[in-house]
Structure formats: structure tokens, C-alpha cells
């Protein structure tokens, strides 16, 4: 009865003491019999992986991680492959659902998460509008200098110029309007770390303190004061 009674005990502490996960991620990838899957994030300018699940058959993936504040995670598979497939998206405390297919892995991703994996989905839409404005400059820039015809190369640059400075403003207008969001500060480091100084500052500025805490918000700060020095 005391050795039960022991074990009884045993358990209960060790229930006690089982933390949960800041962060736990659930993926379903329609068509995966075998391969390893790894949820990775940036860290001191690497990625690493925070965690990871060997695949043989119809197995739930289940990963975690710790997490002080929202960031970008990434999903991997291995399909014992050179070639790596990537899935990105924004994390915070809690569960990130991700359903997408083998065949079509980054493609097919549909995420259901966290409020900043919305906006950060409005922010890529936004953006996408942006990059096909691009794509028809450059088409045109090169027929142009095909026909060695400077005005319209000219035409061209004039709005290469004119769609650079659209996008820094539609990234400070949308930043300014989350500015109580982690994709504040993220957009701002990724998407206009080139952009005047005075735009970077007005979105710091514009921060509340919980962003300005975070890790995004700590990088911008400190992004801006080493443009200064």
C-alpha cells in the first residue's frame, strides 16, 4: 500500500509540475505518410528550430515553443529532400492551426491563429497589389529598351520611383493604423528598413507600450538608433 501510495504521489507532483507551452501548433498536411516536420523561428539573424516531429503514417503534428512575445515562426518539411518548404507565419501565446496539402505545401497553407496572422495576411494582399503594379514596370522597362526608346524608359523609371515611395506609404499608413499590434513594427523592419528615417520614427513613436516591449518593437528602437549614429 505504501509503494502505491508513493507512486500515487509521484504522479500527482509530476502532473503539477508539467507546464504548458506558451505556444502550441497543430498541422494537418493532407497526403504526408513520412518525412519530419520542424517549426523554426529567427534568432540572433539565424533560424533555428524550436521543435520537431518525425512523421511515419497518419500521425497527429503537434509542436511548441516559449514565447515572450508575437513573432514570425516558420513550419518546415523534410521529405528527406536538399530543398526545403516553408510555411510562415505570425505567432502568439496559444493554438495556430495550419491545414495544407503535400503537394501544394506553401501554397495551400490556410492559418488560423493569432490576430497579427490577420493582419499580417491583410498586409500581404495589400502588398500583393504593390508587386503586380511591379512586375507590369519591369515588362515595360524592358520592351523600352528593346526598342532602345528613351522617353519610355524614362516613363518607366519615373514610375518604378513613383510605385517605391506608394509602398512606403501604404506600409507607414498601415502601420499607424495597428500601431497597437506586433506587425507594426515587424512591417516596418522588413518591408521599409531602407525608407526615411522620419517614417521609421513616426511609426516608433506611435507604438503603444506593449508593442514597444515586444520583440519586434525592441528591434525597431534599436534598428533607429543605429541608422542615427
Same mark, same amino acid.
Not at 497526403?31 to 521543435?51: C, M, N, P, Q, R
Given at each position: 500500500?505504501?509503494?502505491? $501510495?508513493?507512486?500515487? @504521489?509521484?504522479?500527482?507532483?509530476?502532473?503539477?509540475?508539467?507546464?504548458?507551452?506558451?505556444?502550441? %501548433?497543430? %498541422?494537418?498536411?493532407?497526403?504526408?505518410?513520412?518525412?519530419?516536420?520542424?517549426?523554426?523561428?529567427?534568432?540572433?539573424?539565424?533560424?533555428?528550430? %524550436? *521543435?520537431?516531429?518525425? /512523421? =511515419?503514417?497518419?500521425?497527429?503534428?503537434?509542436?511548441?515553443? =516559449? +514565447?515572450?512575445?508575437?513573432?514570425?515562426?516558420?513550419?518546415?518539411?523534410?521529405?528527406?529532400?536538399?530543398?526545403?518548404e516553408g510555411i510562415t507565419f505570425f505567432a502568439d501565446?496559444? /493554438?495556430?492551426?495550419?491545414?495544407?496539402?503535400?503537394?501544394?505545401?506553401?501554397?495551400?497553407?490556410?492559418?488560423?491563429?493569432?490576430?497579427?496572422?490577420?493582419? +499580417?495576411?491583410?498586409?500581404?494582399?495589400?502588398?500583393?497589389?504593390?508587386?503586380?503594379?511591379?512586375?507590369?514596370? &519591369?515588362?515595360?522597362?524592358?520592351? $523600352?529598351?528593346? *526598342? =532602345?526608346?528613351?522617353?519610355?524608359?524614362?516613363?518607366?523609371?519615373? $514610375?518604378?520611383?513613383? +510605385?517605391?515611395?506608394?509602398?512606403? +506609404?501604404?506600409?507607414?499608413?498601415?502601420?499607424?493604423?495597428?500601431? *497597437?499590434?506586433?506587425?507594426?513594427?515587424?512591417?516596418? @523592419?522588413?518591408? &521599409?528598413?531602407?525608407?526615411?528615417i522620419k517614417w521609421l520614427d513616426t511609426i516608433n513613436? $506611435?507604438?503603444?507600450?506593449? %508593442?514597444?516591449?515586444?520583440?519586434?518593437?525592441?528591434?525597431?528602437?534599436?534598428?533607429?538608433?543605429?541608422?542615427?549614429?
Amino acid at each position: 500500500m505504501k509503494k502505491i $501510495a508513493f507512486i500515487f @504521489l509521484l504522479t500527482i507532483l509530476f502532473s503539477c509540475n508539467k507546464t504548458t507551452p506558451d505556444l502550441t %501548433v497543430k %498541422v494537418t498536411i493532407k497526403g504526408l505518410k513520412k518525412g519530419t516536420v520542424y517549426l523554426k523561428k529567427a534568432e540572433d539573424s539565424l533560424i533555428v528550430t %524550436v *521543435d520537431s516531429l518525425a /512523421i =511515419n503514417g497518419e500521425d497527429p503534428i503537434e509542436l511548441h515553443s =516559449n +514565447l515572450e512575445s508575437p513573432e514570425i515562426f516558420f513550419i518546415q518539411l523534410n521529405r528527406n529532400t536538399k530543398q526545403g518548404e516553408g510555411i510562415t507565419f505570425f505567432a502568439d501565446k496559444g /493554438i495556430t492551426e495550419i491545414n495544407t496539402s503535400l503537394k501544394n505545401f506553401s501554397i495551400d497553407a490556410q492559418i488560423k491563429g493569432s490576430t497579427q496572422q490577420k493582419e +499580417l495576411e491583410d498586409f500581404l494582399q495589400l502588398m500583393s497589389r504593390i508587386n503586380d503594379r511591379r512586375l507590369d514596370i &519591369i515588362k515595360a522597362d524592358i520592351e $523600352a529598351r528593346k *526598342d =532602345n526608346d528613351s522617353l519610355k524608359i524614362k516613363a518607366t523609371k519615373d $514610375a518604378f520611383n513613383s +510605385l517605391v515611395k506608394a509602398k512606403y +506609404l501604404q506600409t507607414v499608413n498601415f502601420a499607424m493604423s495597428h500601431k *497597437d499590434s506586433e506587425i507594426a513594427p515587424y512591417i516596418a @523592419l522588413t518591408e &521599409i528598413a531602407d525608407a526615411r528615417i522620419k517614417w521609421l520614427d513616426t511609426i516608433n513613436n $506611435a507604438l503603444t507600450p506593449k %508593442v514597444k516591449a515586444s520583440k519586434y518593437g525592441q528591434e525597431l528602437e534599436l534598428f533607429i538608433s543605429n541608422r542615427k549614429k
